[in-house]
């Protein structure tokens, strides 16, 4: 199994940019889907991004694409999430999650969660 700890949240002004970090400690993070969620203050928490274990395969939220870049680093443990032309919209509290399954944006597919980093755009 990984625990997921998110990291390089904070804030920062519309059309700003961020870069989120998600470690997983676990000897076969390789082999786990990893992806990126995100919860605003009332509202249900939403898929962002996600890739797939080999990288081949990555999906993004129509709201996010082209301004935000899922990455991935095996030998570091550690997948990012580069987000670009934030707008004040964005704020919430962003989830890292993983899964030793196939990618899916459906949040209960995921079984080991971060704590979640925030991150407040301001306008």
């Known amino acids: 199994q990984v625990q997921p700890v998110e990291s390089g949240g904070g804030l920062v002004q519309a059309g700003g940019s961020l870069r989120l970090s998600c470690a997983a400690s676990?000897?076969?993070?390789?082999?786990?889907?990893m992806a990126w969620f995100r919860q605003a203050p009332g509202k249900e928490r939403e898929f962002v991004a996600g890739?797939?274990?080999?990288?081949?395969?990555?999906h993004y939220a129509d709201s996010v694409k082209d301004r935000f870049t899922l990455s991935r680093d095996n030998a570091k443990n550690t997948v990012y999430l580069q987000m670009n032309s934030l707008k004040p919209e964005e704020t919430a509290n962003y989830y890292c999650a993983a899964d030793y399954s196939a990618l899916s944006i459906v949040e209960s597919q995921y079984d080991y969660w971060g704590q979640g980093t925030q991150v407040t755009v301001s306008s």
């Open positions: 676990g000897r076969t993070f390789s082999r786990y889907t």
């Open positions: 890739m797939f274990w080999s990288g081949g395969s990555t």
